[in-house]
């Protein structure tokens, strides 16, 4: 029997994009596994074999710059691997523990993620294919540095940075070909209301954070992530009619603590562990069904970072038969969406989306907006499921792969 082909992933135990971490388990802390998908498939497809390589950073979650307590901490890195795959049921047997970074084939393909950076450490001398997924990106300015320190092979995400984001190009140089890929709706999201029984109104959703980094304000003069959510939320008397608001602010429960200079070590220690306890629960945004809420309504709207980036939102209404309302950029139509087919566009003012929505709303329309919501269900159902991004993105990663040996052979050979 040939050889497995060999996926890498360094410190999978504290990889929250992947699986459910100790950050979530322990501290109860809310983490969408936005790629459980991807390990997923790789789970239940044997050519696969999934390695975690752990690093002496494999400590990582608790994210303390107190050195003496990571080091300290760290010594219990592999129990730390071996409780989280327990806790999500995943068999030891199924998981191929690298010790040491040497253990990392050249045929290897080593997936790493962008909100992980301790996973970096000593990677740069790892002669394999090394893809990097942007998802959360951040956009400081330091990142590009240590990006381009890791001599990474291809950066991956939902969306392609560097024909979508401004910030992206102001401070990021790294000359890497992008593999893109749709986000993917929980399984849960199902389309299971008549459309002729759902309320005619537009469901609009989706949490409301800020970026406070200096490249941030200075490239867009305002911290908030997502202002088309904030300019539904604030203007509800405007919308009455039009959209029922759910977007909740990341801080309006509990802003937190703030951490001094100052604070002696405990006083600071308590102050992250109850900002990471209490912080950002969005009790009330959470305590719906979302999946009911969608199907609700005969529209949707999940307002799109201002970085150019759509919400997971969106894929998830969609699924569940709402017709999305969106802007008309480019990662929509990298995706295969077409406007006035799969989704609505409005042209970003709250002016001409209240016009779009009630436009959809007349009764002549109605047939219109049916068709529109059908088609995208459709599509996103056959395209953005887990199984078929995966499968995807796995041959896209291998095809990337095969190019970067070429490469790489004809550069020694040279």
């Given amino acids: 029997m040939a050889d497995k082909k060999r996926i890498v992933f360094v410190n999978l135990h504290s990889d929250w ?125 330091q990142e590009n540095d240590i990006i381009n320190a890791a001599n990474i092979s291809c950066l991956v995400g939902e969306v392609n940075l560097e024909k979508s984001c401004e910030l992206y190009r102001r401070y990021y140089h790294i000359d890497k070909p992008w593999v893109v890929h749709p986000f993917v709706y929980a399984e849960r999201f199902k389309n299971k209301t008549p459309f002729a029984e759902r309320k005619n109104m537009a469901f609009a959703t989706g949490t409301i954070t800020y970026k406070l980094h200096k490249e941030f304000v200075d490239t867009y003069g305002d911290p908030c992530d997502q202002p088309t959510r904030k300019q539904i939320k604030d203007n509800s008397d405007y919308f009455k009619d039009t959209i029922y608001c759910t977007s909740s602010d990341y801080l309006e429960d509990n802003p937190g603590k703030k951490i001094n200079e100052n604070d002696i070590f405990p006083v600071k220690l308590y102050k992250k562990i109850y900002n990471r306890t209490h912080v950002g629960k969005q009790k009330k945004y959470f305590s719906f069904d979302m999946v009911e809420a969608f199907n609700s309504y005969k529209m949707c709207i999940v307002g799109e970072e201002i970085l150019g980036i759509p919400g997971i939102g969106f894929v998830e209404g969609m699924a569940c038969g709402c017709a999305y309302i969106g802007l008309d950029i480019q990662p929509y139509r990298d995706w295969g969406l077409i406007p006035g087919l799969h989704y609505i566009t409005y042209d970003g003012t709250i002016e001409d989306l209240r016009r779009v929505i009630e436009y959809y709303q007349a009764d002549e329309h109605q047939a219109e907006l049916e068709q529109i919501a059908k088609t995208g269900c459709e599509y996103v159902r056959t395209h953005f499921n887990g199984n078929a991004v995966a499968e995807k993105l796995i041959h896209d990663l291998e095809k990337q792969q095969k190019i970067w040996f070429e490469n790489s052979f004809a550069e020694k050979k040279g």
């Fill in 17 to 141: 994009m992947l699986l459910k971490t100790a950050s979530v388990y322990i501290f109860k802390y809310s983490a969408a596994v936005k790629h459980g998908y991807l390990f997923k498939y790789l789970i239940e497809h044997p050519e696969y074999e999934i390695c975690s390589y752990i690093n002496d950073k494999g400590f990582s979650w608790l994210r303390n710059d107190n050195s003496v307590l990571m080091r300290f901490l760290r010594l219990f890195r592999f129990a730390d691997h071996r409780k989280t795959l327990k806790v999500n049921g995943i068999p030891k047997k199924d998981i191929t523990v690298l010790k040491d970074i040497s253990d990392i084939r050249q045929d290897d393909i080593v997936i790493l993620y962008n909100v992980c950076q301790d996973n970096f450490y000593g990677i740069s001398d790892v002669d394999a294919f090394k893809a990097l997924s942007m998802l959360h990106f951040h956009g400081k300015a």
